[in-house]
């Protein structure tokens, strides 16, 4: 799930937000039926690592450092609308 929803921002539109969390299930569902294949992504493919709780920490990161900017953005055109 990590490696997919990656990219993921938050708008602060509640109506998306829905639609994300539709996306998250969808999601989890793809991931455990891939997972029983034996089917995942690797660690040598984007953030993922090979222990887990690293993959979280650099997901965690990509959101509490890397996103400042788009959060910024994204506040600039949400409070530039007409």
Same mark, same amino acid.
């Given at each position: 799930?990590?490696?997919?929803?990656?990219?993921?921002?938050?708008?602060?539109?509640?109506?998306?937000?829905?639609?994300? %969390?539709?996306?998250? %299930?969808?999601? *989890?569902? /793809?991931? *455990? /039926?891939?997972?029983?294949?034996?089917?995942?992504?690797? *660690?040598?493919?984007?953030?993922?690592?090979?222990?887990?709780?690293?993959?979280?920490?650099?997901?965690?990161?990509?959101?509490?450092?890397?996103?400042?900017?788009?959060?910024? /953005?994204?506040?600039?055109?949400?409070?530039?609308?007409?």
């Amino acid at each position: 799930m990590i490696a997919n929803l990656t990219g993921m921002i938050c708008d602060g539109a509640k109506p998306s937000c829905s639609m994300k %969390v539709s996306s998250g %299930v969808s999601t *989890a569902m /793809l991931s *455990a /039926l891939m997972a029983m294949e034996n089917k995942v992504v690797s *660690a040598v493919e984007g953030i993922i690592d090979e222990d887990v709780d690293q993959s979280i920490i650099n997901l965690t990161t990509i959101g509490s450092v890397g996103m400042e900017a788009t959060d910024k /953005l994204v506040l600039d055109i949400m409070t530039g609308k007409k």
